[in-house]
T-cell receptor, first 110, second 118 residues
Framework: QKEVEQNSGPLSVPEGAIASLNCTYS??????FFWYRQYSGKSPELIMS????GDKEDGRFTAQLNKASQYVSLLIRDSQPSDSATYLC??????????FGTGTSLTVIP | GAVVSQHPSRVICKSGTSVKIECRSL??????MFWYRQFPKQSLMLMAT?????????EQGVEKDKFLINHASLTLSTLTVTSAHPEDSSFYIC??????????????FGPGTRLTVL
């Protein structure tokens, strides 16, 4: 079983819609959870971090964490073509133990 | 804040030569730096983790004598690809975190270095 699992996609949504990206993790002891965005040919960019159960909103982005279900998601409201990228879910178990998912490719169709 | 730079951004070298890549945290102290490699359309692959002032910890399958990592200060880590071969051509990305700040646990990535070995 992989530490972090994501649906590779591709996920396509029309411009203005809500994009929903999902991630599950295997270790219940995981403490910190992150979403990174990676454009083709570029390095990952941190867009959200979440540490406790519930929702965390930042602009058009909302991260949701459910530790009981070992599930973390990212919602992108009012999706724009510029949101088209690969989204990486990352989990920190403790200290330097980070695990990345393989990423979900999102395409926002104008 | 939390800016990480890498140099060079792109390098082309001949087979058999060595290439050094620098990773710097510009506005925070990085107790830990990570080195990743990414092939086209593939996911990030962690190569090694280095803590300031100590030897790097390499992931399984990564040759420590080929990929030399030095993390001599809280703002600088270097990766040297020794005797590079065409199969080492890849996108090398570093990231950094300040492990002393328990409420600030993120890794911040540098812009990456694209290595092409001819």
């Amino acid at each position: 079983q992989k530490e972090v699992e994501q649906n590779s996609g591709p996920l396509s949504v029309p411009e203005g819609a809500i994009a929903s990206l999902n991630c599950t993790y295997s270790d219940r002891g995981s403490q910190s959870f992150f979403w990174y965005r990676q454009y083709s040919g570029k390095s990952p960019e941190l867009i959200m971090s979440i540490y406790s159960n519930g929702d965390k909103e930042d602009g058009r982005f909302t991260a949701q964490l459910n530790k009981a279900s070992q599930y973390v998601s990212l919602l992108i409201r009012d999706s724009q073509p510029s949101d088209s990228a690969t989204y990486l879910c990352a989990v920190n178990r403790a200290g330097n133990q980070f695990y990345f998912g393989t990423g979900t490719s999102l395409t926002v169709i104008p | 804040g939390a800016v990480v730079s890498q140099h060079p951004s792109r390098v082309i070298c001949k087979s058999g030569t060595s290439v050094k890549i620098e990773c710097r945290s510009l506005d925070f102290q990085a107790t830990t730096m990570f080195w990743y490699r990414q092939f086209p359309k593939q996911s990030l692959m962690l190569m090694a983790t280095s803590n300031e002032g100590s030897k790097a910890t390499y992931e399984q399958g990564v040759e420590k004598d080929k990929f030399l990592i030095n993390h001599a200060s809280l703002t600088l880590s270097t990766l040297t690809v020794t005797s590079a071969h065409p199969e080492d051509s890849s996108f090398y990305i570093c990231s950094a975190r300040d492990g002393r700040r328990s409420s600030y646990n993120e890794q911040f990535f540098g812009p990456g270095t694209r290595l092409t070995v001819l």
